[in-house]
């Protein structure tokens, strides 16, 4: 009996703008920091926390198709990635992967699959109640394990779960209570409900068997060919409320979502991040993915986020009220990273919302491909600033450098191989 660990990863929006956007969401923003003094993003430290509990077992992340180049960049190719051709809530998702789990992978019917976000903020001992919620799914009186949050409050933005009876290492549950108002929230407490936390264990044919009666009986390239038809549908939803056997796992722990500024500051430290110049500040972070300096001098308690896609002052007590604000700005992400670096605009001209020309920064990690066509209706030319490498073309290799320029040719690839890490200009321009 194997297990099989089924990471979510979707959401986008612009809570955390300017940093993230409908392309690169939350869990990939690289700001928390790591033991090496670096930074990782929330995806990396879940999975490192992850593979400490769960050293050899497979993981395979559901994502949609604009998250998987930077779940490549960020991951490799470490984890087996299952794209959504259309996003259908999480009943849907968790029902794909786990036809891939049966189909490509040959799963068991007695495996078992444990189904968790990909973002939470929690300590490790989180991973080890996964590890016991895995354990308490194999057994033969049990269908389905949930991790139930000890709440530090009677928040209204979370499912409950009253707990029945204790037997050993869970419990099973008498009710659910869907996102109850603060007062009987609190009343819930008393009675030692705990938060639904969104990680769920069950054995492989468990839901396979569900899966066949909500949808029917299809191999993995079957299900995908159909997946835009399916009825858009909550894993609670289907499965959850619909299950007999279920038993709480309790997590007393850390645990929060830092999907607000005012929540990511206090995870992020004091010096923020990025070029950055502070006098006189109290309670100032600065997070800065620019080449040029912000300076704050005599700040109290205010956030600055600036990235190519603009920049953010705010009051970090008035900060998670910046989407409402920010979310008529419908221009696409000017920058974008992808599994052999990043591409990031730096000068747009638009004429009556029609792009009529691109100025682009492109950086190419070391020992990487980068390979672009030109666009149809445009002029394309790049001119080398930094680093060495070798452009293919027609089956040979030119030896290429800084000041080295070039243009794309209609229909043909230009591909480019880097020795050391390169930086260059691409001039996109639209035809008249």
Not at 84 to 113: K, M, W
Not at 332 to 340: G, M, T
């Amino acid at each position: 009996m194997n297990t099989h660990i089924i990471l979510l990863s979707g959401g986008s929006g612009k809570r955390l703008w300017p940093l993230s956007n409908n392309i690169r969401s939350k869990q990939f923003l690289s700001v928390l920091p790591c033991d090496s003094n670096g930074r990782e993003s929330m995806l990396q430290r879940v999975y490192h926390q992850l593979r400490t509990e769960f050293p050899t077992e497979q993981v395979v992340i559901a994502t949609g198709e604009a998250q998987k180049e930077q779940i490549e960049a960020q991951l490799g190719d470490q984890v087996a990635i299952v794209c959504e051709p259309d996003r259908r809530d999480t009943f849907p998702a968790i029902a794909l992967s786990s036809t891939y789990i049966a189909d490509i992978c040959h799963g068991n019917p007695q495996d078992i699959v444990v189904v968790l976000p990909v973002d939470p903020y929690a300590e490790q001992h989180y991973f080890s109640v996964v590890r016991r919620m895995s354990a308490v799914a194999a057994r033969p009186h049990v269908d389905l394990v949930l991790m139930g949050i000890h709440p530090t409050n009677p928040s209204s933005r979370f499912g409950y779960m009253v707990p029945k009876e204790h037997q050993e290492g869970f419990f099973t549950i008498e009710r659910f209570v869907e996102k109850p108002q603060s007062e009987e929230a609190r009343r819930l407490i008393e009675q030692g409900a705990c938060w639904n936390g969104g990680v769920f264990a069950f054995r492989l044919g468990y839901l396979m068997e569900i899966v066949q009666s909500h949808i029917g009986e299809y191999s993995f390239p079957e299900l995908l060919d159909r997946y835009a038809s399916l009825g858009k549908k909550s894993f609670d939803y289907a499965v959850v409320e619909q299950a007999a056997k279920v038993a709480m796992v309790p997590y007393d722990g850390v645990w929060r979502d830092l999907g607000t500024w005012d929540a990511l500051v206090q995870e992020m430290g004091s010096s923020g991040l990025g070029l950055q110049y502070l006098s006189q500040t109290e309670h100032t972070v600065v997070v800065n993915e620019l080449t040029i300096p912000i300076v704050a001098l005599g700040t109290k308690n205010i956030v600055v986020a600036a990235s190519a896609d603009g920049i953010l002052v705010s009051d970090i007590a008035l900060s998670g009220h910046v989407k409402p604000l920010v979310d008529p700005l419908t221009d696409s992400p000017r920058s974008i990273h992808y599994v052999w670096g990043r591409r990031t605009v730096v000068d747009r001209i638009m004429e009556e919302s029609t792009l009529k020309s691109e100025v682009r920064i492109v950086e190419v990690s070391a020992q990487s491909v980068w390979e672009a066509h030109e666009e149809a209706g445009t002029c394309t030319q790049i001119v080398l600033l930094s680093g060495s490498g070798f452009l293919l073309t027609e089956g040979e290799e030119l030896c290429i450098g800084a000041g080295y320029s070039t243009s794309l040719s209609r229909g043909k690839p230009l591909i480019i191989r880097s020795s050391t890490p390169m930086r260059f200009v691409e001039t996109v321009v639209v035809k008249k």
